[in-house]
T-cell receptor
């Protein structure tokens, strides 16, 4: 049972380059999320997808785009990378629910460590 | 979602109970209290959640005060592997997606 899988685990980009971070979950979860974590900081929400076919902006969406390819996959794209986007990126998924039995919160991937030089 | 306040850091001796407090004085009636932890640079891990009753699972216990304005996460017998940053989060589970908002958490250091 893989849970949430993120690729790549590490990446170095030059300023202005583009790349796509991949995320896939095998838990049949409806909702998926992208967070970034800067050193010594908490996680900040970039984008999320409540269900297949929908995406919404989070707290820090500028400079990013997302695609909910299907129920399993949610990708994050940096069109023109900047040094300020150096961070650790976490993907997460959750089942849709209203609390109580069956709602066990989010499952996170192991992260992608991105450095933009 | 309601804001939470946690101490920046705490120490605990291995084998002893670790009690991590969280203040959420502006919590609404439909908001749950969630706890996550992040070990080193791994992805956060769900620990436990509750609404108003105390909860216990294989990892921890959650004690919520009667007025729900604060809570305590209890790790009954802390080990070195429990060294991590612990996040207390409150959120309402309404709408089509339930978003978690992370603060800076409490850095728990378990020592020999």
């Amino acid at each position: 049972n893989a849970g949430v899988t993120q690729t790549p685990k590490f990446q170095v980009l030059k300023t202005g380059q583009s790349m796509t971070l991949q995320c896939a979950q095998d838990m049949n979860h409806n909702s998926m999320y992208w967070y970034r974590q800067d050193p010594g900081m908490g996680l900040r929400l970039i984008y999320y997808s409540a269900s297949e076919g929908t995406t919404d902006k989070g707290e820090v969406p500028n400079g990013y785009n997302v695609s909910r390819l299907n129920k399993r996959e949610f990708s994050l794209r940096l069109e023109s990378a900047a040094p300020s986007q150096t961070s650790v990126y976490f993907c997460a998924s959750s089942s849709r629910g209203i609390g109580g039995v069956g709602n066990y919160g989010y499952t996170f991937g192991s992260g992608t460590r991105l450095t933009v030089v | 979602d309601a804001k939470t306040t946690q101490p920046t850091s705490m120490d605990c001796a291995e084998g002893r109970a670790a009690n991590l407090p969280c203040n959420h004085s502006t919590i609404s009636g439909n908001e749950y209290v969630y706890w996550y932890r992040q070990i080193h640079s791994q992805g956060p891990q769900y620990i436990i959640h509750g609404l108003k009753n105390n909860e216990t699972n294989e990892m921890a216990s959650l004690i919520i005060t009667e007025d729900r304005k604060s809570s305590t996460l209890i790790l009954p017998h802390a080990t070195l592997r429990d060294t991590a940053v612990y996040y207390c989060i409150v959120r309402a589970l309404t709408g089509t997606a339930s978003k978690l908002t992370f603060g800076t958490g409490t850095r728990l250091q378990v020592t020999l």
